[in-house]
């Protein structure tokens, strides 16, 4: 019983992958480009905490640091069109730009140490796109 | 009453030979109707020992759920539920028709002989090297003047920021040019553009059934127009994303 129950099972995946692919087109050959590119896009906040300490922490830096430099990216945009607008004096400038270059040299430190990197701060809000 | 899975909301004038056509559902239990001022949810029972758990999201299953909706749109207007959609009692059911009938009469003449259609579209974005720098939008006094560091890390930033935007820019043309061709075919459309780098366009269509051929067709003359670009179509499917606002998937409905 058990295996004609498997069989019909199977009958029926094969009759599904069949029924799948012929609904597909286009370019075959490059589905895993494609599975990689929806994999990134699919990546969401997890919705509850592992419990796990390693993944607790490690789960809540890459939250915190995404807010971080989320703030660090609106700032230095803000710093660009006041910048160009000519609304800044050269000491300005300079005193900003060395205020961002250190953001970002502590920021890559932060990385370093929770082994994330820019995509992991990059985080999907779902509906409302990436962070930044 | 244990807790009913659902697959679809259809007129409550669909009958009951239609559903025991589509089924048998998931556990391979009978499908059922629950009506309500003429709508009507496909349900099939579900755990009743274990009301609150989630369907494994397994191929069969998932299938299975497929298979049912689209006998059911075989037989009339059928709005698609997602799959691991469960409330707690045919009560419930009845609350959600009662609550969100004008919603569900609107979508289910939206979709009415019409399917989905899904197509994702893969690029080479132009290195920033190679985009040419725009000109900047004014020029006062103090941009580009000789500075120190501080100065050199924001003219950097400047320039990268022109050029992701020229890539950015060039991106949503091609985009439109695509859709452009595509929209004819379609009496309503979910559009997203540049969700990474490389994904260009991830788009749904909602198009007529005598339609679908001429829609692959012209998707067929969009490879060949751009043979640079990668083209992942998929369909004709169930209208899943012209259904608005569907109850939650899982268990979260459960009391």
């Known amino acids: 019983m058990a295996t004609l129950a498997t069989e019909s099972i199977n009958t029926e995946i094969d009759r599904a992958d069949q029924a799948a692919s012929d609904r597909v087109q286009g370019d075959i050959d490059a589905l895993d480009l494609f599975a990689a590119e929806i994999k990134k896009v699919e990546q969401t906040i997890p919705r509850r905490l592992n419990a796990d300490p390693e993944h607790l922490e490690n789960g809540l830096a890459r939250l915190v640091l995404g807010l971080i430099d989320l703030l660090r990216r609106l700032l230095e945009k803000q710093a660009i069109r006041r910048m160009e607008g000519g609304s800044l004096n050269d000491e300005e400038i300079e005193r900003l730009g060395l205020a961002f270059m250190r953001m970002e040299a502590k920021m890559e430190e932060f990385k370093t140490i929770f082994g994330l990197d820019d995509e992991d701060l990059n985080i999907n809000l779902g509906p409302l796109g990436n962070l930044w | ?255």
């Open chain 2, 1 to 255: 009453m244990s807790a009913c899975y659902l697959y679809a909301i259809v007129r409550a004038a669909t009958p009951q030979a239609a559903l025991d056509t589509a089924g048998p559902g998931l556990l391979d239990m009978p499908l059922q109707r629950v009506a309500q001022d003429g709508l009507a949810a496909v349900v099939s029972a579900w755990h009743p020992a274990r009301p609150g758990a989630a369907p494994a999201a397994d191929e069969a299953d998932v299938w299975r759920h497929e298979q049912v909706i689209e006998a059911l749109m075989d037989r009339g207007p059928t709005l698609p539920v997602r799959f691991g959609t469960i409330l707690a009692d045919a009560a419930r059911v009845q609350e959600l028709l009662v609550t969100r009938r004008a919603d569900f009469e609107i979508d289910l003449a939206h979709v009415a002989d019409r399917v989905e259609m899904g197509l994702r579209v893969l690029w080479n974005p132009p290195t920033l090297a190679a985009v040419d720098e725009a000109p900047p939008r004014q020029a006062p006094d103090n941009v580009g003047s000789p500075a120190g560091p501080g100065r050199d890390y924001l003219d950097r930033l400047v320039t990268q920021q022109r050029r992701e935007n020229s890539v950015q820019a060039q991106g949503r043309a091609l985009a439109d040019e695509l859709n452009t061709q595509l929209r004819p075919f379609a009496a309503d459309v979910h559009i997203q553009v540049l969700q990474s780098e490389r994904l260009l366009l991830s788009a749904v269509y909602l198009v007529e059934n005598a339609s679908v051929e001429a829609f692959r067709a012209r998707i067929e003359a969009l490879r060949r127009i751009y043979p640079s670009l990668s083209f992942l179509a998929s369909g004709p499917w169930p209208a899943y994303h012209f259904v608005s606002d569907q109850p939650e998937p899982a268990n979260t409905r459960m009391p």
